[in-house]
């Protein structure tokens, strides 16, 4: 129980909350920081709050700028307060990442944006919305693939570390760290898939005995993933099942520093090689599918068949139908949407060849396991020594990058949720979004996400937002909506 002596203590003054401290510090002692005051605006409300800035997770960090954590806790729960019913006993822990493109992600701080569209810019963040709604915001930072101490598995690490850091101090600090509820999108969504898939698997614990991670618990209580960019492994062949004979693209030359992304479209068509590379890629796809033992909501098995077709694609289908319906429901003309049947008012069919060429491909084939090693997860799956390696046999064996090596399968193993759901420790409650105009990876990787949680029975709210592209944080008052309803519940990892 935290009383208010307790919760005291935590805010002594030993040290500036802002200022790093030296790895030979690191006691993972929370009461070690003292927190600021501060205040902001979030729809017209103002919020108080504590912040604890830069905080290492660790005792022996390989990387101090990101292997750090901020904590945000609304200023009522120091003095018994309450948000929202929620009280520093209470309150859960809102964890979101900041991880774009496996690239190195810095922990993110309230007001300074995230992954939402455009027109969101000039409204509250989700970080912001959080401590305005009574949750604690513990935001961590991790390693990524430009580094060479951040290649895989670094990233799932450094964020099960800093799962660890909290659940080891929930005595002495507001928030419930029973209740984490994990966030990302991209790179991060997939992230925050994978931490609550494998929670407490005995697979990292090799690599968080290294960084000196607290002795405590890495399991969390839900999952919220905006387009996880997950399953790596397949992706490939998933994204020929959806966009196998669309030969011209729009691909993005993306540069990033940390989370901040700026796009930009270069247009091209594939040429001969690429065209057979898709071609080849698109019958592996019906094989990983039926492996996989995958139902529907009714129990009906989802598996296709030589061609790609079968009720696997039908509930792909399904999904995308019934986000078209809510977009016709609210008024939206779907007129131009030639490949929707519509009759009466209702969506009556589609076509998702033509679904498929109405979104456009973004990327060549291979999607993620580029055989020049040219794609950022090549990256990923460098070593220290190596920095691109290959992932996948198929793409080894199409191979055109001088002296190419293949990642060992224990490393390829630690980045796929697919391997931990139903075996590891995992959440009751997920929540699962990708938009029907995102083309960063095929709709397939998080219906298949969708139906293996659902078949290891965990409680998963999936859809496919009506047209929204490659993005996240864009529905916060749905997302917070389902976080306060779940935290209701006594069900834990």
């Not at 990101?66 to 200023?75: D, G, S, T, W």
């Not at 690429?274 to 996989?292: C, E, H, M, T, W």
């Not at 929204?468 to 997302?479: A, I, M």
């Amino acid at each position: 129980m935290k009383t208010s002596a307790s919760l005291a203590a935590a805010a002594v003054a030993l040290c500036a909350c802002s200022t790093p401290r030296s790895a030979a510090d690191n006691s993972l002692d929370f009461r070690q920081h003292s927190g600021s005051a501060q205040t902001m605006q979030v729809n017209g409300q103002t919020v108080a709050y504590r912040a604890y800035e830069n905080i290492v997770y660790v005792r022996n960090p390989v990387d101090a700028e990101y292997q750090r954590i901020n904590i945000y806790i609304p200023e009522a729960y120091f003095n018994g307060g309450t948000i929202n019913g929620y009280t520093a006993d209470t309150a859960p822990i809102f964890f979101p990442n900041k991880v774009g493109g496996y690239m190195p992600g810095k922990p993110g701080q309230p007001g300074k944006g995230g992954f939402g569209p455009p027109a969101a810019a000039d409204k509250a963040d989700a970080m912001q919305v959080a401590l305005s709604q009574g949750f604690v915001v513990a935001s961590p930072g991790a390693r990524g693939r430009t580094s060479p101490n951040g290649k895989a598995p670094a990233a799932i690490v450094d964020l099960k570390a800093a799962v660890r850091y909290l659940r080891a101090n929930d005595s002495v600090m507001p928030g419930d760290a029973e209740k984490i509820i994990a966030n990302g999108t991209s790179a991060g969504g997939a992230l925050s898939v994978l931490l609550g898939a494998s929670g407490d698997s005995a697979d990292y614990e090799p690599y968080l005995q290294a960084l000196g991670a607290a002795e405590a618990s890495d399991a969390i209580f839900a999952v919220s993933a905006y387009c996880p960019i997950s399953i790596l492994e397949h992706a490939d062949a998933a994204y020929e099942w959806q966009f196998n004979g669309i030969n011209d693209y729009q691909k993005m030359d993306i540069s990033m520093l940390d989370y901040q992304v700026e796009r930009r479209l270069v247009p091209g068509t594939l040429d001969a090689a690429q065209i057979r590379l898709s071609d080849a890629l698109k019958p592996l796809f019906p094989g990983y599918v039926n492996s996989l033992g995958l139902k529907d909501d009714n129990g009906a098995p989802l598996t296709l068949d030589a061609n790609g077709n079968g009720s696997f694609k039908r509930y792909v289908e399904r999904h995308i139908m019934q986000s078209a319906q809510g977009a016709l429901d609210v008024g939206q003309d779907l007129s131009s949407r030639t490949w929707l049947t519509i009759q009466g008012g209702r969506i009556a069919g589609m076509d998702f060849a033509g679904y498929a060429r109405a979104a456009g491909r973004m990327k060549t084939p291979p999607a993620f396991d580029a055989v020049d090693l040219s794609a950022g997860e090549n990256q990923l799956f460098g070593t220290a020594e190596t920095d691109k390696q290959h992932f996948t046999a198929f793409s080894q064996q199409h191979n055109t990058a001088a002296g190419a090596t293949r990642a060992d399968e224990q490393t390829v193993k630690l980045m796929n949720p697919m391997h931990y759901i139903g075996t590891a420790r995992n959440p009751q409650h997920w929540r699962i979004r990708a938009g029907t105009a995102d083309r960063d990876t095929s709709l397939a990787i998080s219906a298949i996400l969708s139906a293996k949680l659902q078949g290891s029975g965990k409680t998963v709210d999936y859809a496919l937002p009506w047209n929204v592209p490659h993005s996240g944080d864009y529905d916060l008052d749905q997302l917070f909506a389902w976080m306060r309803q779940i935290s209701t519940t006594q069900q834990q990892p």
